[in-house]
């Protein structure tokens, strides 16, 4: 019996699952709770300034409410481009293969040490 015998799954390593998924998954967890508390934080700053006298508690007036509708037009566009972080995570998830060799997965892990 020669060395060809062994067949191809005697040299293959086992799979684990991938750590960069794993800690992609994870910011994608942490990034669903952010862009919640961040869209009700932008919320109260323009409901607490100007507004035309409907939701201003802390300012009023007309430079409050010019100061309302740029923050409002802010708070829009920024919203807009938060709203583009999680389906970027996920795009790049499911970019990645979901399983990998061991020893590709303990690489992954020391460069991940020092992200």
């Known amino acids: 019996m020669g060395a060809d015998d062994k ?4 040299d293959e390593e086992p799979k684990v ?10 910011l994608k967890t942490n990034l669903v709770d952010e862009v ?3 869209k009700k934080c932008l919320k109260a700053a ?3 300034v100007g507004g035309d006298g409907k939701t201003g508690k802390s300012w009023v007036g007309k ?6 509708d740029e923050v409002q037009g ?10 583009k972080l999680i389906p970027a995570v996920q795009k790049r998830i499911d ?3 979901e399983k990998v060799s061991a020893s590709t997965a303990r690489i992954m ?3 991940m040490q020092y992200m």
């Open 7 to 10: 067949g191809k799954g005697a």
């Open 17 to 26: 699952d991938n750590p960069y998924r794993a800690r992609l998954e994870t």
């Open 109 to 111: 892990n020391k460069e």
């Open 95 to 97: 970019e990645l293969p």
């Open 63 to 68: 430079t409050a409410n010019r100061w309302h």
């Open 46 to 48: 323009t409901q607490d």
């Open 74 to 83: 802010n708070r829009g566009r920024m919203i807009r481009e938060i709203d």
């Open 36 to 38: 919640k508390e961040l």
